[in-house]
């Protein structure tokens, strides 16, 4: 395995069609549900769309390869053009990691049903696949919901805080990437992010395998 990659090389192809997938339609998701609120600005820029090329950023998807965290190109939303902006504002943010929740369930059910019809061998490429699927959508979902700018939970969080405050944190959000790099990358994240993947995902898939029926994955 070249040791500039997060991932087994054999794993690449794996992960790169699961990206597409999830980063497709987290993005769509957001547009879609910006235009039932009555924000037209996505569909106008071609964001609602479930064609990968106008979602993926290539650095971002390459930086997931490199570093084992990634971004695709952040759908546009204008907050006043939203019907009841608050709570507008709200499940727009969250369209996009539940998406990906959604996902893994489709792809935990879908394992459920080839392990019914003994579709499975072990290692096989359909195996493989559904369990690096699940496991990346789960990892979508938590990540995307933690609140530090400038993911969808920030989005969130700053929605239920009194104007004074979101007022304070302005400054914050100008070293918005800045902040998410050092989080993401430093030593940092093993006492922020990585304690909370370590419990938060497996608790949850855990849920999604015994609505299935499943005992273990």
Known sequence: MPSF?????????????????????????????ALAFGDDTAKNQGRLSLNPIVHIDLFGLLMILIAGFGWAKP??????????????????SLAGPVSNLLLAMIGVGFYALFLN????????VAETFLMIFVQLNLVLFVFNLIPLPPLDGYQVLVEFLPMSARAKLEPVERYA????LVVA???????????IFDTVIPFILNVILTIFGLTSY
Do not use: C
């Open 75 to 92: 759908t546009p939303v204008n907050r006043f053009k939203l019907k009841k902006r608050r709570l507008g504002s709200i499940l727009v």
């Open 117 to 124: 019809y003994d579709f499975f061998t072990y290692g096989s």
């Open 185 to 195: 990358l430093t030593p940092i994240s093993n006492f922020t992010i990585q304690p």
């Open 5 to 33: 990659l997060a991932y087994p090389l054999e794993m690449i192809p794996y992960v790169l069609v699961t990206l597409l997938i999830a980063f497709t339609i987290h993005e769509w998701a957001h547009a879609l549900v």
């Open 177 to 180: 990437m800045l902040i998410f």
